[in-house]
């Protein structure tokens, strides 16, 4: 079979799908299929190597409106030998381009599309579940119907997590339509973890993109209430200066280690340098993340959001804390940070 996979991000970005496609396709690729990605880059190479399969890059720094007029045209120029389409990212342009290819569709649905747009353009201020619930202007109705309209034309639906799958029936998708499929993770036999620049002795680790969602500044805050307690952030996104200047206002830039966008590699290395892997967003579909964490031996501290709780089991492979409450956190890793027989338990929890 020729599989076409297109998808927003792609190593060296981080992220879900960032970690996911790569082994799809190469276990596609492994079983004798012919595999082509077609990804957003923040560079573009003529020669892509280290893959089985082939990778075609889009410059992801182009005019949008270009950018977007642009991959519509590769995706059916790519598309017109697939036998299917499965869509990890940048749904709107591939559902356009097989307006024209009219071939079978997979979408990977990992989040709400237009949340997390009108959340990041300061549309709406509501949580996941509330956006759920209300109804807004015409802006974001617009994208609610967009998102709807694409996943709608998808001949199959597949979700990470139950949590999310009764969230897409909840936009008028057939039910028939949507299967959940657990994420997993390949962990690398050797992880060797690294040396972080600053002198503390109990390190607390979070990965993930640094959108105002993930609850990096409330951590922060935490962290400042802690003696002797560094933090890892590892990760890209539009609020990593305003994290940056939340931490000097408060007087802990020297206990926080700002990591920027990592490689896979080096992602793996900067969790298993920690002592406790924390979440604290206010969204998830199944987050790849927690599961590494575990994989690398951590216990896990995260809010009970989204399809977390589906892998996350209070208190006996990690902790689990309600969204937005600081206190709450602040005594959890308290409590964790004096017990190094409990952090040992939940971890051995995995």
Known sequence: ????????????????PATYVPQVASAL?????KVTVVTLSDKVSSEEKGYSFRVVRIRRRMFKPNRLLFTVGMI??????????????????????????????????????????????????????????RHYGFKVELLRALRSWWIGRANKVI???????????????????????????????????????F??????????????WKGVDKLIEVIAKIENVGLIVVGEGPERENLKQRAKRIGVSKRIYFAGQCSKEETLALIAAGDVFVLNSTYEG????VLEAMSLGLPVVATAVGGTPEVVKEGYNGRLIPPSD?????????????????????????
């Open 1 to 16: 079979m020729k599989i076409l996979i297109v998808t927003g991000v792609f190593p060296p970005d981080i992220g879900g």
């Open 29 to 33: 690729h492994d079983k004798g299929h």
């Open 76 to 133: 059916v120029k790519l598309g017109r030998e697939a036998d299917v389409l499965f869509v990890n990212g940048l749904a709107l342009e591939t559902t356009v381009a097989n307006l024209v290819l009219k071939k079978p569709i997979i979408i990977k649905v990992v989040g709400d599309f237009a949340w997390e747009r009108s959340r990041s353009k300061g549309w709406v201020e509501d949580d996941f579940e509330k956006f759920q619930e």
């Open 159 to 197: 979700v990470p997590s139950q949590y999310l799958a009764k969230k897409v029936s909840g936009w008028n998708i057939p039910e028939k339509k949507i299967k959940v499929i657990y994420n997993a993770i390949n962990i690398p036999n050797q992880v060797h973890s690294v040396k972080i620049h």
């Open 199 to 212: 002198p503390r002795s109990f390190k607390v680790v979070t990965v993930g993109r640094l959108t105002p």
């Open 286 to 289: 199944l987050p790849h993340v």
């Open 326 to 350: 600081t206190e709450y956190l602040y005594n959890v890793l308290l409590e964790l940070i004096s017990s190094p027989s409990e952090l040992k338990r939940l971890a051995e929890g995995r």
